[in-house]
DNA sequence: CTATTAAGCGGACAATTGTCCGCTTAGATT
DNA sequence: AATCTAAGCGGACAATTGTCCGCTTAATAG
């Protein structure tokens, strides 16, 4: 008896919520679009919806993975090609390249981090693959940095966890709605942040 | 013509409302008791509560108003008989102290931080007094760190901000929930991270 | 080709949050 | 004391999210 795959009825219905969920989501906005808008468009049941996607920051997550396989793809290849410089830069590249990621997805990366429901036991968003393979590079990042010795001593792990709750979307939506800032100076700012803090540069 | 004050039944229903909500929160969890319960509890109608409070969020950003009272005035104070120590060492015990009245009020702070229902505009935690209270004293405890030059120049008003993301309810319950630490093991692993990268003290 | 069965389907339902609006009443005015 | 009016009241309603369960069907076994 084989493992029973997924049915093509139900792999049809995957394509087309994801279809359905992204064509509203850019024309109305992820905000305003609701589940069962999304049903309906794609001419399903709220059940057949649920079943696959158990909220709309399950259908964001799995909408923002194209994006993310880019990013890291792009992120995997510079590291290659610039493992010879130093990793103060390479830390910097990295955060710079985060940065833009996230103001260009931001609503996506919102309705993650702060679903229209939420319950205590469900902080998801440091779990989402994103954050994890940020911090993961992070930490390896620093790590390598405490080790060569340019920067003084420090917890890499806790460091990298630091920065993701740091670098995050809600930060972003804060420093844009009351300070009007541009992403571009969003990014600065963070940059100038880190690069004192961590590496005490000017 | 006077202005009209706030009718006494009016002041009544608000008494009786956070009566009633603070005791349900405590005895049934912040997170499992519904509006509804709560003007049901209190024997009113749902658009009076929310007449005084247009969300949990709301309530419980009152309900904190007792803590948080106490929690300036004993740093206040503190801040004054301290004025002569080290900034550093004040810094971290603003710090510290934040930490533990998180700690303790984690469930209050999560509501009010991750409410219920949530919307792209309404990032308000970093608006709600408390705050905005750490926000103001930490860039004015840096702004005297730079100025005496007891750390390295930075932006005093960004870090501040910084700090403010990096030490939030949800970073905590992520660290409880996911790595069972415990309230103290939070609290030194993030004055170690400020010690060190803020201090460069080891 | 037929039978079997588990995965899939979908809309009715329950639970919440938050709004609305006609009725009531406290309290200032005269 | 009588009047007036804006603030207050409260429950019905709308909008969402998320669950449930009897019916259907794709895919496998024989």
Redesign the interface.
Known sequence: MQQRNERRDAAEHRQLILQTASQLFVTHG??SVSMHQIAKSAGIGQGTLYRRYSSKADLCTELLQDSFRRFTEELDSYLMTAAHLPVQERLLELMSRWIDLSVEKL?WF?VIK????????E?K???IPPCLYLKAVLERLLQEAVDSAEI????AE??A??IV??I?P??F??LI??RNYSGDQIKK??L??YR???F?G?
């Open positions: 992820v905000e609503q919102h702060a679903p229209t429901f939420c319950s205590v036991d902080v968003y440091y779990n003084r001593p420090l917890n806790f460091t966890f630091n709750t740091g995050n809600e930060a939506i804060h709605q009351e700012h963070f100038d942040h004192r803090t961590l005490a000017d």
